[in-house]
């Protein structure tokens, strides 16, 4: 089973932006999706995006869709998820996970519970 490590977290003001990256550890990804979440103190942890590996079909989350990109990477066999026009209330801990379960509508990724295999999460501050 693949393990999955974030990079690219960091503090930005508001408007900037960053972009987190997802490796597979291990093996390369053969997942049906991965996806992004995030958890900001005191809160649960919120679905972001998810990618369809093979057919690059995308989803997103109304509270970010057209300020993040996820995208991915087969020259590093990345995911990368681009934040632009970051605000302060994007400020979190940024999860990537993988899945080999297939939704057939893929909105269904947006339960936590249809993934597998989870990193450790990347620190995103976003300073007013």
């Known amino acids: 089973q693949v393990t999955v490590v974030e990079s690219g977290g960091g503090l930005v003001q508001a408007g900037g932006s960053l972009k987190l990256s997802c490796a597979a550890s291990?093996?390369?990804?053969?997942?049906?999706?991965v996806g992004w979440f995030r958890q900001a103190p005191g809160k649960e942890r919120e679905f972001i995006a998810v990618i369809r590996w093979n057919s690059r079909i995308t989803h997103y989350s109304d509270s970010v869709k057209g300020r993040f990109t996820i995208s991915k990477d087969d020259a590093h066999n990345t995911v990368d998820l681009r934040m632009d026009n970051l605000k302060p209330e994007d400020t979190a801990v940024y999860y990537c996970?993988?899945?080999?379960?297939?939704?057939?509508?893929?909105?269904?990724?947006?339960?936590?519970?249809?993934?597998?295999?989870w990193g450790q999460g990347t620190q995103v501050t976003v300073s007013s």
């Open positions: 996970a993988a899945t080999y379960r297939y939704q057939s509508v893929i909105a269904d990724y947006r339960d936590a519970s249809s993934f597998d295999t």
């Open positions: 291990g093996r390369t990804f053969s997942t049906y999706a």
